[in-house]
């Protein structure tokens, strides 16, 4: 695997699931983050870790929870999410952002 | 707050032309970056702009960057339709480090033949 990958590529939830969504980054970046972009608001930052540090937290609803056990690995935890929360999730990494950061190809995420 | 704007939002044209889209960002920032995104796709880095004045180009695509002016361009010489995309510019929150990016609502571009 090279880049940045993510898993599901696809979910459905009912709005009392609980699931979670997997970023994994093979480039020995130091940096990960989160972003949803949705039809309805522009690319919106979630959350960034650095050095597996959580250092922003964009007024996101506890019912996201985002977890980074090393630097290589980041997971977004979901439960009891509402239909508005539908989107594309996407994870990025970056070697802090001297070159940018590079996206994973998403979790399209709908919930019923 | 940072804010990005981008314009114009949605624009056709046809192979061959010119044309530019402007980003203007609210706060200092050194840095942009510019990516593509095609339809169900992701994000694709295209420049990397880390300085006053930087002028990047690949193809048929050239972003600049004046911090001065908060004003950044992507200039599309040419055009072809494998261009069409979504086009987005994004700026860091805070210059730092490990910074979230802010993103523009992007530029929908269609080229047609």
């Known amino acids: 695997e090279t880049g940045v990958t993510q898993t599901p590529r696809h979910l459905v939830m009912g709005m009392t699931n609980k699931k979670s969504l997997k970023c994994e980054q093979h480039l020995g970046h130091n940096a990960m983050y989160w972003y949803k972009q949705s039809a309805k608001k522009p690319l919106e930052l979630m959350f960034v870790y650095s050095l597996e540090e959580r250092v922003e937290n964009n007024s996101v609803p506890s019912r996201f929870s985002p977890e980074c056990p090393n630097s290589s690995h980041l997971f977004l935890h979901l439960h009891t999410l509402q239909p508005e929360d539908s989107a594309l999730y996407l994870c990025?990494?970056?070697?802090?952002?001297?070159?940018?950061?590079?996206f994973g190809p998403g979790t399209r995420l709908t919930v019923l | 707050e940072l804010k990005v704007e981008q314009n114009p939002l949605f624009l056709s044209m046809q192979e061959g032309k010119n044309y530019t889209i402007y980003c203007n960002y609210s706060?200092?920032?050194?840095?942009l970056y510019w990516y593509r995104q095609d339809p169900g796709k992701s994000l694709e880095s295209l420049f990397v702009?880390?300085?006053?004045?930087a002028v990047k180009q690949e193809g048929r695509l050239m972003a600049s960057l004046d911090t001065k002016a908060r004003l950044s361009t992507l200039h599309i010489t040419a055009a072809v339709h494998d261009l069409s995309a979504t086009y987005f510019c994004?700026?860091?929150?805070?210059?730092?480090?490990?910074?979230?990016?802010?993103f523009g609502k992007g530029t929908h571009l269609i080229i047609q033949p």
């Open positions: 994004a700026v860091p929150y805070s210059g730092g480090g490990a910074d979230g990016l802010t």
């Open positions: 702009l880390l300085s006053n004045g």
């Open positions: 706060t200092t920032s050194d840095r």
């Open positions: 990025a990494s970056s070697q802090w952002l001297v070159r940018g950061q590079f």
